[in-house]
């Protein structure tokens, strides 16, 4: 019988924490985020995420022409396409690489899907700060919208490290579509 490694499996233990992925987000030129192949489609979904934001933000300028709606709409539908191959490029490596333990508790989301939904809350807070490119903010204060974007990113970020750990610990197992 062949082992995890001769099968070319490695454990759920290889997934990338919360504190990674919230890094890959962050930076850009980090060179460890090339080091796992999630880490660098994650900050790829961030860059869709931003791309999707500012066209959105010019279709719905008041001054936008019928024309730049249209360019702005096409864009938003073209970003969430490579989202969406982005997700399932996820998705495939946990099929590929995560063993799922008969059993466990099926988790209602894919972890693609999940670490979208972190790079879309990472991005509106950061332009809930104006923030637009992705770096470390150390703001004093926070406005309502700041507190509740950040609020509702450390719950995702929380969210994944529970889920992660409850793969790891084989009380869970990831959709494999």
Not at 62 to 84: E, I, M, N
Not at 164 to 177: A, F, M, N, S, Y
Request: charged letters at 25%; hydrophobic letters at 40%; a negative charge.
């Amino acid at each position: 019988m062949p082992t995890e490694y001769a099968t070319g499996r490695i454990g759920a233990d290889e997934l990338p924490s919360s504190t990674a992925l919230l890094s890959a987000f962050r930076e850009p030129d980090n060179p460890n985020r090339h080091r796992h192949r999630v880490l660098a489609v994650a900050r790829e979904l961030v860059e869709c995420h931003e791309r999707r934001h500012n066209a959105l933000l010019a279709a719905h300028a008041p001054d936008a022409s019928s024309s730049c709606v249209t360019k702005c709409l096409q864009l938003v539908d073209d970003t969430d396409a490579h989202r969406t191959d982005l997700v399932g490029r996820i998705d495939n490596w946990v099929a590929s690489h995560v063993q799922h333990r008969t059993g466990a508790s099926l988790h209602t989301e894919t972890l693609g899907a999940v670490i979208d939904r972190m790079a879309a809350k990472w991005v509106a807070a950061q332009h809930a700060l104006g923030i637009s490119a992705p770096v470390d903010p150390h703001p004093l204060q926070l406005d309502d919208d700041a507190q509740l974007q950040w609020s509702r990113l450390a719950e995702l970020a929380d969210g994944y490290k529970d889920l992660i750990t409850d793969v790891i610990e084989h009380r869970r197992r990831l959709p494999v579509w």
